[in-house]
Nanobody
Framework: QVQLVESGGGLVQAGGSLRLSCAASGRTFSSYTMGWFRQAPGKEREFVAVKSWDGGYTYYIDSVKGRFTISRDNAKNTVYLQMNSLKPEDTAVYYC??????????????????WGQGTRVTVSS
């Protein structure tokens, strides 16, 4: 079992930055592939970024490439999402998700059994 708690969301102007954090419980965090997803009002939850459990694979959706960076600190049981050059279309509730030694596919919501409660990001124009 893994419990996930996100933090770091908020209101920011377009062009600004936020860093989301996701703290995980448990002693085997390093064995979990960690993903970030987001859900905008009236839309489906969508994949944003992933860092594989062994750190060897990182992937982003095209719309955030070059602006967002996912990283993990296994000593702190935490995964981060650094978001720069934010745009109004990045407005959503952001969720972190975990899957034990998931080796793909990484974009599917149903591959992740553990989810945080979400943190809201609002980007004003």
């Amino acid at each position: 079992q893994v419990q996930l708690v996100e933090s770091g969301g908020g209101l920011v102007q377009a062009g600004g930055s936020l860093r989301l954090s996701c703290a995980a419980s448990g002693r085997t965090f390093s064995s979990y592939t960690m993903g970030w997803f987001r859900q905008a009002p009236g839309k489906e939850r969508e994949f944003v970024a992933v860092k594989s459990w062994d750190g060897g694979y990182t992937y982003y959706i095209d719309s955030v490439k070059g602006r967002f960076t996912i990283s993990r600190d296994n000593a702190k049981n935490t995964v981060y999402l650094q978001m720069n050059s934010l745009k109004p279309e990045d407005t959503a509730v952001y969720y972190c998700a975990a899957a034990y030694k998931l080796a793909g596919p990484y974009k599917l919501v149903n591959k992740y059994p553990y989810w945080g409660q979400g943190t809201r990001v609002t980007v004003s124009s």
